[in-house]
T-cell receptor, first 113, second 109 residues
Framework: EAGVVQSPRYKIIEKKQPVAFWCNPI?????LYWYLQNLGQGPELLIR????????DSQLPKDRFSAERLKGVDSTLKIQPAELGDSAVYLC???????????FGPGTRLTVL | RKEVEQDPGPFNVPEGATVAFNCTYS??????FFWYRQDCRKEPKLLMS???SGNEDGRFTAQLNRASQYISLLIRDSKLSDSATYLC??????????FGKGTRLSVIA
């Protein structure tokens, strides 16, 4: 099966600029996750979707971060405006209703200058 | 106290050695437990779920001690290809919620 697709793979922006990341989960996977991973740390869950509904966004910094999954398939994570501390890898993952495995995408590596 | 704590390592072991990683978690209400493997500059991949009865998958054995809030991973007959960072994770259902920082393993020829 095709894996979780993320784009872009790398992004370099200046602080205060907006940035958006896109994720296409595995076909049939109704649960989608966004994680943030800083260097030397484990991933941190930002938001979890069940279909188009955000069921857990308690860790999403809502002052500058937003996410959407309008049709319950693809998802976009946005940061506006970006800060230096947002430099990290943003990982998307998905899982099926009956599956026990959460599959991660390759991530988007963001550098804020 | 961090929710999931692991020794960051690195653990440098020769091929064929047995190595064990430990992890403690603070939330006694945690329901699910996992070990993920992450290669350098790659995404995490599920290595195995951890069950109260303990479980084994080839050279890998995972144990859970709910009373002590402690999870372990044992790797027998280490291979060069086992070199990676091993992430201890607690979650809910099949959702990995809280990751440890990871333990780095280097298997040396």
């Amino acid at each position: 099966e095709a894996g979780v697709v993320q784009s872009p793979r790398y992004k370099i922006i200046e602080k205060k600029q907006p940035v958006a990341f896109w994720c296409n989960p595995i076909s049939g996977h109704n649960t989608l996750y966004w994680y943030l991973q800083n260097l030397g740390q484990g991933p941190e869950l930002l938001i979890r979707y069940e279909n188009e509904e955000a069921v857990d966004d308690s860790q999403l910094p809502k002052d500058r971060f937003s996410a959407e999954r309008l049709k319950g398939v693809d998802s976009t994570l946005k940061i506006q405006p970006a800060e230096l501390g947002d430099s990290a890898v943003y990982l998307c993952a998905s899982s099926s209703p009956t599956g026990t495995r959460v599959v991660f995408g390759p991530g988007t590596r963001l550098t804020v200058l | 106290r961090k929710e999931v704590e692991q020794d960051p390592g690195p653990f440098n072991v020769p091929e064929g050695a047995t190595v064990a990683f430990n992890c403690t978690y603070s939330n006694s209400a945690s329901q699910s437990f996992f070990w993920y493997r992450q290669d350098c500059r790659k995404e995490p991949k599920l290595l195995m779920s951890v069950y109260s009865s303990g479980n084994e998958d080839g050279r890998f054995t995972a144990q859970l001690n709910r009373a002590s809030q402690y999870i372990s991973l044992l790797i027998r007959d280490s291979k060069l290809s086992d070199s990676a960072t091993y992430l201890c994770v607690v979650g809910q259902g099949n959702t990995p919620l809280v990751f440890g920082k990871g333990t780095r393993l280097s298997v040396i020829a």
